[in-house]
């Protein structure tokens, strides 16, 4: 039954988007499919590799619905229905909770006094949507990847929340504006009331700033934990400054430094497994920092990133990781592309009556990605 519903909605979806084509809505989409190597070393006696075909190594594989509706005096209403997907296997994408449209379910008004919008929203401290700020700092995009990612040095959560409202003010001098807040996270798997302090919430202020080949980013954001399912936990709260700059030869420097502070976090990959702590680090502090560049060369850009990030939780463990990697895109048309990626991590974990452990990991993936 629930696979029923779920493909009438999707069929109703599709014929929403022919029907309504004079109403300035559009169809669009992505997919990226692609293979990858992963040897991971626990130092602690397991060593693995894997060869599999991998769905969205670079970009999230996806297809979505936008429109909008020019209400007149420089006024406009719009909406995006976005879905993501499994390339490999045709599921609905397990990131998004079996959600159809668990990418961005959203509706906007923008106005000369800004934009707002409302619904499940990605955050500004992303890769995602148009608001995803860390577009700016992140060198390769691949932090879907085993051991390869900017994710590497941060704490940032990297996704959506539900139930939000965002406003974007106007560009004055190059200067934007943005705030958001969640008045419950994850409506599918958090517990409480939405609202209250029983249940996750969320808040981003942010700026980005745009003169000639410079752009700079600070987004700061607190993730509010509730104190029905987390018990007397710290609010979270992350720093992220950064940016890129690009010279006259094409090569783009891209840095960004993070601070963070009472971060619930959980690992990101499966690159370095097997710790004596779980599959989570717990509620950490620490700082992390990266520095990379794209340049282009042989018609396509190639990517280089270098991260490392320091952090201790409430366990008396302490976790140092650095991480470098590299990547090259080239494009066969405007909407179609290939790309290579490799990089290598290692993190030093040191536990309070354990012996310390330096897990590791490296990995080398290709694919293709098409945007229709």
């Known amino acids: 039954m629930k696979a029923t519903k779920t493909l009438l909605a999707a069929a109703v979806a599709f014929t929403f988007a022919g029907s309504a084509a004079a109403a300035d809505v559009q169809m669009y989409g992505l997919i990226n499919l692609g293979m990858s190597y992963v040897h991971s070393d626990n130092d602690q006696g397991l060593k693995t590799d894997k060869f599999t075909m991998e769905n969205a190594q670079e970009f999230g594989s996806r297809w979505g619905l936008r429109g909008s509706e020019d209400l007149g005096n420089g006024t406009k209403i719009s909406f995006v229905l976005e879905s993501g997907f499994e390339a490999d296997t045709g599921a609905l994408d397990s990131k998004q909770n079996g959600r159809l449209f668990g990418r961005e379910s959203s509706i906007s008004l923008s106005g000369k006094y800004g934009t707002v919008s409302a619904g499940l929203l990605p955050i500004f401290g992303s890769v995602l949507g148009a608001n995803g700020l860390f577009r700016a700092i992140d060198p390769l995009f691949g932090n879907y990847c085993s051991a390869i990612g900017s994710g590497y040095a941060t704490a940032s959560l990297w996704t959506r929340v539900n139930n939000a409202v965002s406003y974007k003010t106007p560009t004055v001098g190059g200067l934007t504006g943005y705030a958001m807040y969640s008045f419950q996270m994850d409506s599918k798997n958090n517990q409480g009331t939405e609202g209250k302090s029983s ?33 007397d936990a710290d609010d979270g709260y992350t720093v992220t400054l950064g940016g890129n700059y690009t010279f006259s030869n094409g090569l783009k420097l891209i840095a960004f430094g993070q601070w963070f502070d009472s971060m619930l976090l959980n690992f990101r990959t499966q690159g370095t497994p097997g710790l004596s702590i779980g599959n989570k680090y717990g509620v950490v502090d620490g700082w992390g920092a990266s520095i990379g560049f794209n340049y282009p060369v042989l018609g396509g850009v190639a990517k280089f990133g270098l991260n490392h990030r320091e952090m201790d939780n409430t366990a008396d463990t302490d976790f140092t990781r650095w991480t470098v990697m590299g990547a090259y895109d080239y494009n066969l048309s405007k909407r179609t592309a290939l790309y290579a990626m490799t990089g290598y991590t290692q993190e030093k974990v040191e536990k309070r009556g354990e012996k310390s452990v330096t897990p590791s990991g490296y990995e080398f993936c290709f694919g293709i990605l098409h945007r229709f």
């Open 199 to 231: 249940t996750d919430r969320y808040g981003s202020l942010a700026l980005r700033y745009q003169a000639g080949t410079f752009e700079g980013i600070m987004v700061a954001d607190t993730t509010l934990y509730g104190n029905q399912q987390y018990k």
